[in-house]
Each structure stands twice: as structure tokens, then as C-alpha cells.
């Protein structure tokens, strides 16, 4: 099994910036692509982005797009999340997930991935 740890959450003012990180346990994944989903309170768990085994590809969802870039050491086992000119909007907890080998649907899709980190708290203040 993997198990996947998020770290570097916090609070941060209007403007500033985070770098979330993502730390598989005990194996690699390499050959997996991993994704970032966030839920904020009383909204439903949201897609932010993912990136291919290889680090070919990315995909973002819109709100985040030329401020976020996800990225990944394979060889550290790790996936990053670098969150620049945050806003209030992107308050929420923050969620690592690795997709299932194999699985066929749309990769924004939650039902798509197979382990989950326990989240790390993003705080943005205005």
C-alpha cells in the first residue's frame, strides 16, 4: 500500500505564497499520475491539478491556472505544489492523491484515485 503525507500548508496573507508538498511512504510513485484536490468548507472536494508519471503533462482547473504549478521528484517520491498570488478563494484543506493504475475516466475525477493524504490546512487571509 502507499501512503501519501501533505506538508507546508499554513497561513499566508492575500498576495503570498505556499509550496505544498506530498510524500509517498515505503515505494515509489513513479508510475502513477498524482493529483491535488482541495475542499473548502461547505463546498464539495474539487480537482486543482495533476501531473503525468513522467512529468510530461500537467492540467489545471481554471481558477488556478498561472498561479499554481504542480511538480514531482520521483526520486524523492515526492509531488510539490508551489501556490503563488493566493487569494481568499483558495482557502481550504488541501489533499494529495495518487491515481489508480488502470483506471479509465476523466482525470479530475476523485473516483479516479486510490490513496489520499490526510490534507494540510491553507489558510488565506484578505
Known amino acids: 500500500q502507499v501512503q501519501l503525507v501533505e506538508s507546508g500548508g499554513g497561513l499566508v496573507q492575500a498576495g503570498g505564497s505556499l509550496r505544498l508538498s506530498c510524500a509517498a511512504s515505503?515505494?515509489?510513485?513513479?508510475?502513477?499520475?498524482m493529483g491535488w484536490f482541495r475542499q473548502a468548507p461547505g463546498k464539495e472536494r474539487e480537482f486543482v491539478a495533476c501531473?503525468?508519471?513522467?512529468?510530461?503533462?500537467?492540467y489545471y482547473t481554471d481558477s488556478v491556472k498561472g498561479r499554481f504549478t504542480i511538480s514531482r521528484d520521483n526520486a524523492k517520491n515526492t509531488v510539490y505544489l508551489q501556490m503563488n498570488s493566493l487569494k481568499p478563494e483558495d482557502t481550504a484543506v488541501y489533499y494529495c492523491?495518487?491515481?489508480?493504475?488502470?483506471?479509465?475516466?476523466?482525470?479530475?475525477?476523485?473516483?479516479?484515485?486510490?490513496?489520499w493524504g490526510q490534507g494540510t490546512q491553507v489558510t488565506v487571509s484578505s
Open positions: 515505503g515505494r515509489t510513485i513513479s508510475s502513477n499520475t
Open positions: 501531473i503525468t508519471w513522467n512529468g510530461g503533462s500537467t
Open positions: 492523491a495518487r491515481r489508480a493504475f488502470g483506471s479509465s475516466g476523466p482525470y479530475y475525477l476523485h473516483q479516479m484515485y486510490d490513496y
